[in-house]
């Protein structure tokens, strides 16, 4: 039969209400159940006792007071699991942040696992924090705020040799702003007087270079960086301007032809015999990736090629100084070569060892100081020479007080000093460099004019207690007094490639003085012997 449409909504609105009937019944015995788990829950007495049923007219009541207690288990479940959370928070970040120090400074092992310099620098190339903890502590160690730290802990005897430092520092700064002004400046380095400001540091001005070599190289194709980042253009410097050096046997860059031709070179050009010879590779400098080695008659030639293959392609990676991502840039172009080369004859114990070396920094064209790296080893010490005559170490321990070092004054006795003095102010000035730091061989109870320049540094990372602070100021100054001043030299370019003639250093840059140059150089360049 056929059904009305009223009879049809009569039946639709009857089913409707049978199933919402149904729903709120099903939805009624849910919320009771779980009010009454809550409230035992929630219990603090720890009472379990069944909780009377509620019927359809407690519906309200019991609805807002399962939702009360829903939420009041809920916020403390909620501030249990923060507190958890920041706890296990504090834990793993004390963990990391211990471990980022490890990492930072080279441990041994961490947790049983041994580290060492090329782990740690893998590690900080996936998590970046190490290398910025490491070349925070080190800007810090050279900056202004630790100067004056050292000064308050330190008390009277670091403020009397910070004074010390600023009285050297007045005395050399007229000559200093004088050369300043008249400087021949290699065109690569104009870029930095709009650089350099007054209130940087040491470690702000070589970052600042950095990036105006880096700008150089993408803008102009200038390389003029390899003059210290590649040894081999380093020493093509040396001998096309004839600065005293120990002499370079032969060059490779391919490693092939090094490891069939290294060895017969080393048993044929005088390398068995004291100071015997080194190898070296020319694309790394710095000294914790061990780039060079001696030659010594026992040490096994596969040895050494095993040593070059490890080396031959690694891009050197400074994390230790501010500058290090930017030169990194730069020597990762460099291409990989090496070099053999006689030893400095006037090495410690009759030759065995290494020889003693100063560290000469120039700033301006003028010689400031030097820093004995490898002393004698009666002393013991690393001192400061200036030239005053001062000889004096400051240790960081005692907040750089100034402790004389007479065990070194044989430096300026002997004479030596006088010869370094003039061989950096003399790489400097060919050069045309704002600072530089030319590494000088010398040997104890010899002639001074025996010395020779093992290498050089545009990016010095050795420490000059309070002279960081004043050397640094004639650096800024010489800018400031540079003012609208622009070299009118034609310079070469990249700088390495300067030359001047294997001469040069010893009529030119010495005017044939005998006391400044070797017997042989001056029997050879200037006519007869001094």
């Not at 041994?108 to 925070?136: C, D, F, Q, T």
């Not at 210290?228 to 092939?256: A, Q, R, S, T």
């Not at 001062?390 to 007479?406: C, G, I, Q, S």
């Not at 093992?454 to 400031?480: P, R």
Request: aromatic share 12%; net charge positive; with cysteine.
């Amino acid at each position: 039969a056929k059904i009305s449409a009223e009879d049809q909504r009569s039946r639709n609105a009857s089913s409707f209400r049978r199933t919402s009937a149904a729903a709120f019944r099903r939805a009624y015995t849910q919320m009771s159940q779980r009010s009454a788990a809550i409230r035992r829950r929630l219990d603090k007495k720890g009472n379990l006792s069944p909780v009377a049923e509620e019927g359809p007219h407690d519906l309200i009541s019991s609805t807002d007071s399962a939702l009360h207690n829903t939420y009041t288990s809920r916020s403390a479940l909620i501030k249990i699991n923060l507190k958890s959370s920041m706890i296990s928070c504090a834990i793993i970040s004390s963990f990391f942040i211990w471990f980022c120090a490890q990492v930072a400074f080279e441990a041994k092992s961490i947790m049983g696992v041994e580290l060492g310099h090329e782990r740690a620098v893998a590690i900080n190339s996936y998590i970046h924090i190490p290398g910025m903890l490491r070349r925070g502590v080190n800007w810090f160690g050279q900056s202004e705020y630790m100067m004056t730290l050292s000064r308050v802990m330190g008390g009277k005897e670091s403020r009397r040799a910070w004074k010390h430092a600023q009285d050297y520092y007045l005395s050399q700064k007229s000559i200093v702003i004088q050369n300043a002004k008249t400087w021949e400046l290699h065109k690569s380095l104009e870029p930095m007087k709009h650089e350099v400001v007054e209130g940087m540091t040491f470690y702000d001005i070589i970052a600042a270079r950095a990036r105006v070599f880096y700008a150089n190289l993408q803008a102009h194709a200038w390389t003029d960086f390899e003059i210290e980042k590649d040894k081999c253009h380093m020493y093509h410097f040396l001998y096309n301007n004839g600065f005293p050096h120990c002499p370079v046997i032969k060059e490779w860059n391919d490693l092939n032809s090094f490891s069939a031709e290294g060895d017969e070179v080393r048993q044929t050009s005088g390398c068995q015999h004291l100071p015997y010879c080194f190898v070296k590779m020319c694309h790394i400098t710095m000294g914790h990736l061990n780039s060079a080695k001696r030659l010594s008659p026992g040490k096994s030639w596969g040895d050494v090629v095993a040593w070059a293959e490890h080396l031959w392609d690694k891009k050197p990676v400074d994390w230790d100084r501010t500058w290090g991502p930017t030169f990194d840039k730069l020597t990762a172009t460099l291409q990989p070569s090496v070099m053999i080369q006689h030893g400095f004859k006037g090495g410690r114990d009759n030759g065995k060892d290494s020889p003693v070396e100063l560290k000469i920094e120039v700033v301006w064209g003028r010689a400031y100081l030097a820093y004995v790296t490898q002393g004698s080893h009666a002393c013991g010490s690393n001192p400061i020479l200036l030239r005053d005559g001062t000889v004096a170490e400051y240790l960081m321990k005692d907040y750089l007080t100034l402790r004389p070092d007479p065990c070194h004054e044989w430096i300026f006795k002997e004479g030596h000093a006088d010869i370094v003095w003039h061989m950096a102010e003399a790489f400097a000035k060919t050069a045309g460099i704002d600072s530089i730091r030319v590494d000088v061989f010398i040997t104890q109870g010899a002639d001074p004019r025996s010395a020779v320049v093992n290498e050089i540094s545009l990016s010095s990372g050795a420490g000059y207690a309070w002279h960081w602070q004043f050397f640094t100021d004639l650096w800024v100054q010489g800018y400031q007094a540079r003012e609208g001043v622009v070299s009118g030299k034609d310079w070469p370019d990249p700088m390495q490639e300067i030359k001047n003639g294997p001469a040069y250093y010893s009529k030119v840059l010495s005017k044939c003085n005998s006391t400044l140059i070797q017997p042989e150089l001056f029997e050879k360049h200037c006519g007869f012997r001094g």
